[in-house]
């Protein structure tokens, strides 16, 4: 009775609409089953698309999970309770939430054409380039991304990273092993299975990103989400609806296996540290 609200919560807003997203994908507009919708995926807008979303996603999430990794390792090393690993940890858990158009919002005002560190360093001879890089996938997209990348990769991996044992190391030592002795054979592959687990969390978490992509590129569809958007709101593609849900049920299938390979390397690192 306790976990009955959960399952009518995940029904309702995961479950419900995933049937739809599936049964949709298959059916042509006079609701009879059809392939087509999954075979115009072969197109090479939807397919540049996807591209474009997986380059966008594996990028950021390696260099959050690089970044937010050592950020955690760094975390580790203040004094626990302490005044800043305290404050580095709730910035991270905020910041991580920080996303959208108010996300967005914040990148235009800050580095747009007409943003105040643009003009700042405007003023003293430094120019950011022409101002149209921001809304571009492959630079403002990353960069963006990115941003909210690495707190996630923080709250997600410092867990882990907390849980390396003093004695471990202490071991190492004793055995006339060196640091990097001890991240190569201890450290390293403790950490590796939940590293590579948080990557493919943040990869996933960028891959079906889009409030903020939405906010930023307002011209084309170079990622899947706006392109899956572009056939429910377009005004001059009519009837792309069930094109849409195929392309969705990719991207359910993407995330599935993604997040199927986190839950498995999470409960290798589980066993690594006895939880």
Wanted: hydrophobic letters at 55%.
């Amino acid at each position: 009775m306790g976990v009955l609200p959960f399952f009518a919560y995940t029904t309702i807003f995961l479950l419900i609409p995933t049937l739809v997203v599936a049964i949709g994908a298959f059916l042509g507009k006079d609701n009879t089953f059809t392939t087509s919708n999954v075979r115009a995926l072969s197109q090479p807008a939807i397919v540049s698309s996807l591209e474009h979303s997986v380059i966008l996603s594996a990028v950021t999430s390696v260099v959050g999970a690089v970044v937010g990794g050592l950020l955690a390792y760094a975390v580790t090393t203040a004094r626990e309770g302490g005044t800043l690993r305290r404050l580095v940890t709730s910035l991270c858990g905020v910041l991580a939430q920080f996303g959208g158009v108010t996300l967005a919002f914040a990148f235009i005002a800050t580095v747009g054409l007409q943003g105040f560190l643009t003009l700042r360093l405007q003023s003293i001879g430094v120019n950011l380039g022409n101002s149209t890089w921001l809304f571009e996938w492959n630079k403002g997209l990353m960069l963006v991304y990115t941003y909210f990348q690495i707190p996630l990769m923080l709250i997600v991996f410092l867990p882990a990273v907390e849980g390396l044992r003093p004695q471990w190391r202490e071991a190492a030592e004793t055995l006339g092993g060196s640091a990097w002795d001890y991240w190569r054979r201890v450290g390293g592959p403790i950490l590796a299975p939940s590293f590579i687990g948080a990557t493919l969390l943040l990869f996933t978490n960028a891959f079906s990103a889009y409030a903020t992509a939405a906010a930023l590129v307002s011209q084309g569809s170079p990622i899947l989400p706006l392109n899956i958007a572009g056939t429910f709101s377009s005004e001059v593609i009519l009837g792309q609806e069930n094109i849409g849900k195929a392309m969705a049920l990719a991207m359910v299938a993407v995330v599935a296996v993604v997040m199927t390979l986190y839950a498995l390397l999470e409960r290798r690192t589980s066993k690594w540290l006895g939880r």
